[in-house]
T-cell receptor
Framework: EAGVTQFPSHSVIEKGQTVTLRCDPI?????LYWYRRVMGKEIKFLLHFVKESKQDESGMPNNRFLAERTGGTYSTLKVQPAELEDSGVYFCASSPITSGRGTGELFFGEGSRLTVL | QKEVEQDPGPLSVPEGAIVSLNCTYS??????FMWYRQYSRKGPELLMY????GNKEDGRFTAQVDKSSKYISLFIRDSQPSDSATYLC???????????FGTGTRLTVIP
């Protein structure tokens, strides 16, 4: 069974440009999460989809970030325009539906490293 | 104040040693406690998952949760070079959408 896949693995862009990160969750997982790790800091929650609906986007830093999940399958995270402080590793995770057990086990992808120059 | 505090290390131990990794937290609503292992350039991989206080053992790994002290631990017995990785604690509340992570402790087991 394929795990969570993310693309690209590394992206280098200049300040002001746009980048789109893609995540393909494990097949059948309705929950999809985006997390981010900025250098030297802890991994932080960005948002949570249940199927195609945004369940919680309280961690999105500002309106330069836009996440979508088309048809409840793959998800994209667009940063437009990118700023220097957006550099970091963006992780996607997925999990099956849980019932009152917190997040349950999250399966993480390898991350997309974003460098903004 | 951070939700979760974790000593970043780095921690170096000889092969066969017992390793103790710890996290403290401030939010008493946390009920689910996890330890993730992350190898270089890879995503976090769930190692241990516990609910509320108590101990859980899985092979060479033991997770302990003390909710009264807001303190969790991961013990690794007979550590192996293949255990060299960054260990991340994470936790969430009941019905929560998100995990709160520690910064991770980088462990190196020297053959």
């Amino acid at each position: 069974e394929a795990g969570v896949t993310q693309f690209p693995s590394h992206s280098v862009i200049e300040k002001g440009q746009t980048v789109t990160l893609r995540c393909d969750p494990i097949s059948g997982h309705d929950n999809l999460y985006w997390y981010r790790r900025v250098m030297g800091k802890e991994i932080k929650f960005l948002l949570h989809f249940v199927k195609e609906s945004k369940q919680d986007e309280s961690g999105m830093p500002n309106n330069r970030f836009l996440a979508e999940r088309t048809g409840g399958t793959y998800s994209t995270l667009k940063v437009q325009p990118a700023e220097l402080e957006d550099s970091g590793v963006y992780f996607c995770a997925s999990s099956p539906i849980t019932s009152g057990r917190g997040t349950g086990e999250l399966f993480f992808g390898e991350g997309s490293r974003l460098t903004v120059l | 104040q951070k939700e979760v505090e974790q000593d970043p290390g780095p921690l170096s131990v000889p092969e066969g040693a017992i390793v103790s990794l710890n996290c403290t937290y401030s939010n008493s609503a946390f009920q689910y406690f996890m330890w993730y292992r992350q190898y270089s350039r890879k995503g976090p991989e769930l190692l241990m998952y516990t609910y509320s206080s108590g101990n859980k053992e899985d092979g060479r790994f033991t997770a302990q949760v003390d909710k009264s002290s807001k303190y969790i631990s991961l013990f690794i017995r007979d550590s192996q070079p293949s255990d060299s990785a960054t260990y991340l604690c994470a936790m969430s509340g009941s019905g929560a959408n998100n995990l709160f992570f520690g910064t991770g402790t980088r462990l190196t087991v020297i053959p």
